[in-house]
């Protein structure tokens, strides 16, 4: 299996997570290609029509592509750890996993509104995602001492993996630790699980 990815990609990084836990990360060749939102992804085009990574390319050429798409799959290769359950922990897993896609989705918004040139930048759109953002970090402390730290779901896998690129990219739009004293918490303690520490997002020399 050939896996498309970027080093500081989350939505890679929570492909990897599961594939750590899984032990399946022997079997994933991984192809770099980063995605510069200021460029053309020429490779994650050929591959995904949508130009996004991560995306899985199978034995049989089949091509899988959207962060949970893939994990699911990869979730489904075989039994223990599962990441994504059924009955009543369904629901909670695949609600945790849009709560942190969507902080995530919002924060890169922020990014790239600051990558524009100084007089094209639409501080309101930023001050909206901005909010987004706050909301989402708000709503997860407030059900943070839930949340696993051992036996995780997709919902934990994709918490973690936002809050750590906010850490890497956004460090200070965000804040997120301030007032937000159980998912810090949280995210201290989980971040020291072996799978997690293994893909934890580190910016190039």
Same mark, same amino acid.
């Given at each position: 299996? =050939?896996?498309?990815?970027?080093?500081?990609?989350?939505?890679?990084?929570?492909?990897?997570?599961? +594939?750590?836990?899984?032990?399946?990360?022997? @079997?994933?060749? @991984?192809?770099?290609?980063?995605?510069?939102?200021?460029?053309?992804?020429?490779?994650?085009?050929?591959?995904?029509?949508?130009? =996004?990574?991560?995306?899985?390319?199978?034995?049989?050429?089949?091509?899988?592509?959207?962060? !949970?798409?893939?994990? $699911?799959?990869?979730?489904?290769?075989?039994?223990?750890?599962? #990441? #994504?359950?059924?009955?009543?922990?369904?629901?909670?897993?695949?609600?945790?996993?849009?709560?942190?896609?969507?902080?995530?989705?919002a924060g890169q918004l922020v990014r790239i509104e600051g990558l524009r040139p100084g007089d094209k930048r639409w501080d309101e759109w =930023?001050?909206?995602?901005?909010?987004?953002?706050?909301?989402?970090?708000?709503?997860? $402390?407030?059900?943070?001492?839930?949340?696993?730290? $051992?036996?995780?779901?997709?919902? $934990?896998?994709?918490?973690?993996?936002?809050?750590?690129? #906010?850490?890497? @990219?956004?460090?200070?739009?965000?804040?997120? @630790?301030?007032?937000?004293?159980?998912?810090? +918490?949280? #995210?201290? !303690?989980?971040?020291?699980?072996?799978?997690?520490?293994? !893909?934890a997002p580190r910016v190039p020399a």
């Amino acid at each position: 299996m =050939k896996l498309l990815y970027g080093g500081l990609s989350p939505f890679v990084r929570k492909v990897m997570i599961v +594939a750590h836990e899984k032990g399946l990360a022997d @079997r994933l060749e @991984r192809v770099p290609a980063p995605v510069n939102p200021l460029q053309p992804p020429d490779l994650a085009i050929a591959v995904n029509p949508l130009g =996004k990574i991560p995306a899985l390319t199978l034995d049989d050429g089949t091509v899988l592509y959207g962060s !949970t798409v893939v994990a $699911e799959y990869l979730d489904a290769l075989d039994g223990a750890p599962c #990441f #994504f359950p059924s009955g009543a922990a369904k629901w909670a897993a695949l609600r945790r996993n849009a709560l942190g896609d969507g902080i995530l989705e919002a924060g890169q918004l922020v990014r790239i509104e600051g990558l524009r040139p100084g007089d094209k930048r639409w501080d309101e759109w =930023k001050k909206v995602q901005l909010l987004k953002v706050m909301n989402g970090l708000d709503a997860a $402390e407030k059900e943070a001492v839930d949340l696993a730290t $051992e036996t995780l779901t997709i919902g $934990e896998v994709a918490l973690v993996c936002a809050l750590g690129w #906010f850490d890497v @990219r956004l460090p200070d739009a965000a804040g997120w @630790r301030e007032g937000r004293p159980a998912l810090a +918490a949280w #995210f201290e !303690t989980v971040s020291g699980k072996a799978s997690v520490a293994a !893909t934890a997002p580190r910016v190039p020399a």
